[in-house]
């Protein structure tokens, strides 16, 4: 998704310094067996994820926010739900709001 659709700029934004410091508001456990606490990780998750699910407006919109550098709440929100909806959020380790 970031790679195919957004080319270099992708590997620019996302290998920013500011994407590379864990978040507590980004902190997105997988049913993947990984957690996503950077926008890094994001990315690189985001990329590995196949073209199917990529391709799907939920994914495409959280690599938007990723690119247009949005706050760490919104692409964490964004983040949160394309997992949840694709059921690879596992909530059991989802920290209580």
Known sequence: MLNSEWGSNATMICGHVAFC????????????GGTLRTI??????????????ELRQRWQWAAK????????VTVSRALELA????AKLDVSKVPAK
């Open 65 to 72: 926010l990723i690119l247009a550098q949005a706050d760490v």
């Open 40 to 53: 890094r990780e994001a990315c690189d998750y985001m990329t590995g994820i196949g073209k199917k699910r």
């Open 21 to 32: 410091v864990p978040h507590p508001k980004l902190d997105r456990p997988t049913k993947d």
């Open 83 to 86: 997992l949840f909806y694709d």
